[in-house]
């Protein structure tokens, strides 16, 4: 067993991953010094999370040991290594959100979707990550789902954009 695999096991679903995907970006910037970062990026961009199957192949590629790899991924919040849903909802308890409310924001969005922070929707349309801030203090509290910004959300608000993306999901399927 390989380090990333003792460090990893329990946090990483693993399954079939088609590495074919990010040759080009690990061979693009394999010889760039201080590259790690983007090429996590860009492997983050291709399967929306950091793949276990991925981390081994950049590690044999690069040279960059499995654990310098997990300790970046660990450290920067940006990076996922648990696949995610369609909809990535990110729930802001900044300051502002934790004063106006996000707890309850958090609290309906589970009795919505049965999901707490971290966890994907047993459909696998949603997925919840708790955030620090998304610098919208004026709208709080607010939460971000696939880049679109919601704000001054209610527990009843927040059970109504989600009922509504998930009836569009469907449609569109």
Request: net charge negative; hydrophobic share 35%.
């Amino acid at each position: 067993m390989n380090l990333v695999q003792c460090c990893c096991e329990e946090n990483i679903k693993t399954g079939s991953v088609d590495l074919s995907l990010i040759v080009e970006i690990v061979e693009k910037y394999k010889d760039t010094k201080g590259s790690l970062i983007t090429i996590l990026q860009g492997v983050q961009e291709i399967y929306n999370y950091v793949p276990m199957e991925a981390i081994e192949y950049i590690a044999e590629h690069t040279g960059i040991k499995p654990a310098k790899i997990y300790g970046v991924l660990t450290f920067y919040t940006q990076f996922r290594m648990n696949p995610v849903g369609k909809n990535l909802i990110m729930l802001c308890h900044g300051t502002a959100c934790h004063v106006n409310g996000s707890e309850r924001i958090e609290e309906a969005i589970h009795e919505e979707l049965g999901i707490g922070d971290g966890q994907t929707s047993e459909d696998e349309l949603f997925t919840l990550i708790n955030v620090a801030c998304l610098g919208c203090c004026s709208l709080s509290p607010v939460m971000m789902i696939n880049g679109e910004t919601y704000g001054k959300l209610t527990p009843q608000s927040t059970k109504k954009i989600i009922a509504d993306i998930r009836a569009k999901d469907k449609e569109e399927a």
